[in-house]
């Protein structure tokens, strides 16, 4: 019973986190739209920095190329492939044994609102991306749990011909991973 209940806390979290952010997206680019009205058109944009990290959560996207998205059958057989299960708030869960017990170690929702999948509907369902999150102080070893994370979106990017983001407009670069790499480290157990 105590699992269920730090399971559900779990994605009660990460669902709070994904409305975050994008409510924070939202205002982003509502402050960006009127913060480049008033610049001097002459002085460069500074590029957005990224934090791979935000309360815990690691996040990796997967978006459709542009003009394109994914869509219906396709979409759940990728997901399917990547051994991702539909679970709780009707989304989908990767799960593996520790120590002979089922663990939870990220989970994948529609970038696009409202983030979750109607199994009924799939055959009409289609969102420009994905979005894999992961509460890093939930997992048994936050190195193992990142590196399969990535490596799921990795071939969800492949199966889907998507591209890799840290954000929506965030291509994937080695830098990014190397970043999201050594923040794992400092969540390892001393």
Same mark, same amino acid.
């Given at each position: 019973?105590?699992?269920y209940? &730090?399971?559900?806390?779990?994605?009660?979290?990460?669902?709070?986190?994904?409305?975050?952010?994008?409510?924070?997206n939202?205002?982003?680019?509502?402050?960006?739209?009127?913060? @480049?009205?008033?610049?001097? =058109? @002459?002085?460069?944009?500074?590029?957005?920095?990224i934090?791979?990290?935000?309360?815990?959560?690691?996040?990796?996207?997967?978006?459709?190329?542009? $003009?394109?998205?994914?869509?219906?059958? *396709?979409?759940l &057989?990728?997901?399917?492939?990547?051994?991702? &299960?539909? #679970?709780?708030?009707?989304?989908?869960?990767?799960?593996?044994?520790?120590?002979?017990?089922?663990?939870?170690?990220?989970?994948l929702a529609?970038?696009?609102e409202?983030?979750?999948? $109607?199994?009924n509907?799939?055959?009409?369902?289609?969102?420009? #991306?994905?979005?894999?999150?992961?509460?890093?102080?939930?997992?048994?070893? =936050?190195?193992?749990a990142?590196?399969?994370?990535y490596?799921?979106?990795?071939?969800?990017?492949?199966?889907? *011909? #998507? *591209?890799?983001?840290a #954000? &929506?407009?965030?291509?994937w670069? =080695?830098?990014?991973?190397d970043?999201?790499?050594?923040?794992?480290?400092?969540?390892?157990?001393?």
């Amino acid at each position: 019973m105590e699992n269920y209940i &730090q399971f559900g806390l779990m994605l009660f979290v990460a669902a709070v986190f994904a409305f975050a952010v994008i409510l924070h997206n939202k205002r982003k680019k509502k402050n960006y739209f009127l913060q @480049n009205e008033f610049n001097n =058109p @002459n002085e460069p944009n500074i590029a957005e920095t990224i934090s791979p990290i935000k309360n815990n959560i690691v996040i990796i996207s997967v978006w459709a190329k542009a $003009d394109s998205h994914f869509a219906s059958y *396709d979409l759940l &057989q990728a997901i399917s492939l990547c051994g991702l &299960q539909y #679970g709780d708030m009707n989304i989908f869960h990767y799960h593996t044994l520790h120590h002979g017990k089922k663990v939870h170690l990220f989970s994948l929702a529609s970038a696009t609102e409202p983030g979750e999948f $109607d199994l009924n509907r799939m055959g009409d369902f289609s969102c420009k #991306g994905l979005t894999l999150f992961m509460q890093i102080d939930r997992v048994p070893d =936050p190195e193992v749990a990142f590196e399969c994370m990535y490596s799921t979106a990795e071939r969800l990017a492949d199966e889907l *011909d #998507g *591209d890799l983001r840290a #954000g &929506q407009h965030t291509p994937w670069t =080695p830098v990014i991973l190397d970043e999201y790499r050594e923040k794992m480290k400092a969540f390892l157990p001393a």
